[in-house]
């Protein structure tokens, strides 16, 4: 009786030692994406044309070359929709999907994450000035954009998706082309334009729009003005007008970042990428310190300077520098943004 007992016994134990143990409960997991999967062509949408000047009129002789850039005002380069909910960025809420999704590493090497604060987007053309001219390029810039979608896996295991657009780059044409002789005026054709009626000559050089009083440095800039740019005077008006009267010291036709005044002044327009520090006859004016992309145009400063005068930027900002000056000043900075270039 006792064998059978414990014979009994022992089946039941082994029977017990075989049988799987009931697994703990797993914890919910995380949505996970699957691919992007492009659908169709890519959508092209025009951001409009703008001007490129380029200058070679000073006494160094060769030809100046110059590479443009487009700057991208939407700060997003990624556009998804869920059923009725739509978003921009890589990340999507918990109140959309639950447990919440993040598209980046799906997406990676669609888009560049500089989209996200928005660019300054550069291109393969060189645009040329042989010496003693100004030539007047005009580009068309185009985005482009590639709808998809990504199927996201939820943690119950369906699925839901995610209708995704990305930004993938910008794109140029050179469609327009003019050329002037240095200190040539331009003929302007007597039909009137219907995109830019001429406004009335304004006489003296001050201000032509509201100018707001604000400080980016020490020193000259300290104390500064910025207007909306918004000025209605093109590029055709100007040259038609006589209003080419100023020197302009950039990167581009300075590379040492200096420049000797040909004019009598009392104001700058600076325009900086980087801190830098401005020097005059080799003596610092300031130093700019704040960078602000909002205000693409730059700044009007008091700074005087006398014909034979050396004005410096150091050191020579990466992004770009500009400086300009002469008795036409206000008509190229309070019209700069009307003319497409901010």
């Known amino acids: 009786m006792f064998a059978k007992a414990f014979s009994l016994f022992l089946i039941i134990a082994l029977l017990a030692a ?30 409009g044309p703008t001007t490129e000047t380029v200058w070679n009129c000073g006494s160094g002789g060769g030809t100046v070359v110059k590479h443009p850039t487009m700057s991208v005002v939407s700060n997003y380069a990624v556009e998804w929709q869920v059923g009725g909910t739509g978003g921009v960025g890589v990340r999507i809420g918990d109140g959309v999907i639950p447990g919440g999704v993040d598209l980046s590493a799906t997406l990676e090497g669609r888009y560049t994450t500089g989209f996200e604060q928005g660019i300054q987007q550069g291109t393969g053309w060189d645009l040329p000035a042989e010496p003693n001219t100004i030539v007047i390029y005009t580009l068309m810039w185009r985005e482009v954009w590639q709808p998809g979608y990504v199927d996201v896996r939820l943690a119950d295991q369906s699925v839901v998706r995610v209708n995704v657009r990305c930004r993938t780059g ?23 334009s219907e995109v830019q009626p001429r ?9 032509l729009r509201d100018h707001i009083a604000t400080s980016i440095g020490t020193g000259a800039f300290a104390d500064v003005t910025f207007s909306d740019g918004q000025a209605p005077y ?7 007008n ?14 040492n970042g200096c420049g000797v005044a040909q ?25 700019i310190t704040t960078i602000t992309p909002q205000q693409r145009h730059g700044y009007i400063a008091a700074v005087s300077l006398d014909v034979g005068d050396e004005i410096c930027i150091t050191p020579i900002p990466e992004g770009g520098f500009q400086i300009v000056f002469g008795p036409d000043i206000y008509y190229h900075y309070d019209s700069y943004c009307y003319r497409g270039s901010c």
């Not at 009598?264 to 300031?286: H, L, M, Y």
Request: include cysteine.
């Open 18 to 47: 075989c049988s799987p143990s009931s697994p703990p409960m797993p914890a919910a997991s995380a949505p996970v994406p699957g691919p992007f999967v492009p659908v169709g062509e890519p959508e092209i949408h025009d951001l």
């Open 170 to 192: 910008i794109q140029s044409e050179i469609v327009g082309k003019q050329q002037r002789t240095c200190g040539e005026k331009q003929q302007v054709p007597n039909e009137p």
């Open 199 to 207: 406004p009335p000559l304004v006489e003296g050089a001050g201000p």
């Open 234 to 240: 093109d590029e055709n008006w100007l040259w038609a």
């Open 242 to 255: 006589d209003h080419f009267n100023i020197q302009r010291i950039r990167r581009e036709e300075n590379p």
């Open 263 to 287: 004019y009598q002044v009392s104001r700058i327009w600076i325009g900086v990428a980087a801190v830098a520090t401005v020097t005059v006859n080799g003596s610092e004016i300031g130093t």
